[in-house]
């Protein structure tokens, strides 16, 4: 391994906090989202014109980065919010779209706060009075009806209303940010209950969106709702580059963190669908998928090392009634780890470079060194040129660290 683990340091500049600042990339938080910094970092080691993907979409960065150096991107992701998301960042915004939001936001906004629109119903997101009062809610349902009246459900302007109005109803919430999930604040009088300036968060949130929206980037992106176990289903070109950060081996669910905005635009309508996308998802385990986890069982098809079998084992007798659950966690996360590099190969052009940013974990004590199987999976699937790079430690834990994870496809052998 390259990198010598005591020098790591936390290096904020290398998280999802770098990106608030830096227009697009800034719309809207997601914790486990990556720096863009890494990205161009690595973007920039290579040439120009390549085309470029991202299997784990999340918040787009990658092909945000990729398209603003000029590059192609393509993107894919399994849950449908972030793959709207992603689009409207990587969108091309005209000087007369620009100037449409702005005048439907104008408008949306007087329509809501008169409440002079019918308001949508409330989402039916569990127990919604811990996130937002009553009167928050009330001028959330009535800006949400203005904005659908105004600008429709989809296009240039509803997709910019729409993000301005996802950083509204975050910043107008009990959300807390403190933790590395989503939490509460102690009390839910926020922000709007404070204000009494209404309409004022909007206002300053579409003007941020818009002062994004001008900077179009030069090459173009394409975002596709896709399972990355099945690439070539979903992708017809074939790439030069890979950069990308998978989910961790770490219980994070990213349903769970992205519901506020999901049950607002409609994207969950209840707890059990909610579960369901994220039992499709690598490394889901919300709700329905705890109780599926502990019936798993490995279908064989895909390759994992050996050796992982031992970390398995110690998870599972260690001394936690949880200790099964979670060492079937571990060996589902990485089978489906080894049946997305699997169909990885599909879509490499022979030289391809990738790279997975990817954090280790530890379940009751015992490491899972997450950079390490991906290693292992990449030799068994003949890449070449693997290095393993330690850039950053991620909290207090010296053990817990952050790859990048590199190799070489040389091409499929010929038969
Ligand atoms: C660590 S996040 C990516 C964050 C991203 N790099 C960013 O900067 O926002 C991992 C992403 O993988 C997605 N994902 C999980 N399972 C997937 C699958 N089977 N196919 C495609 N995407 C999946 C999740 O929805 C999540 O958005």
Known sequence: MDGTRNELKQRADYTHKFNIKTGRHGWLRLTPAYSVKVVEEIVESYGSGLSILDPFCGTGTTALS??????????????PFLVWLANAKTTNYSDADILEAEQAGRIALDLAVREEVEPVAEPPIHKIERWWSERVRRFLCHLKAAIADTAGHSGP???????AFCRTLIKLSAAAFNHQSMSFKDSVQCAFDLNPEAGSVF???LAFVLSGARENPLGDACVVL???????SHLDDEFDVVVTSPPYANRMSYIRELRPYMYWLGYLANGRDAAELDWTAIGGTWGVATSRLSDWQSSGNHWTPRDLERTLESISSSDNKNGA????YVAKYC???SAHFCSLTD???PGARIHYIVGNSTFYGVLVSTEQVYANILKEYGFTDIHVRAIRKRNSKKELIEFDVSATWPGKPRQ
């Open 66 to 79: 990729a398209a603003y150096h000029g590059h192609q991107a393509a993107t894919t992701d399994i849950n």
């Open 157 to 163: 302007t509803a997709d910019l209303l729409n993000m």
């Open 203 to 205: 206002q300053d949130d």
């Open 226 to 232: 896709g399972d990355a176990r099945s690439l070539q």
């Open 325 to 328: 659950l979670l060492s079937n």
């Open 335 to 337: 089978e489906d780890m």
């Open 347 to 349: 879509v490499l052009r």
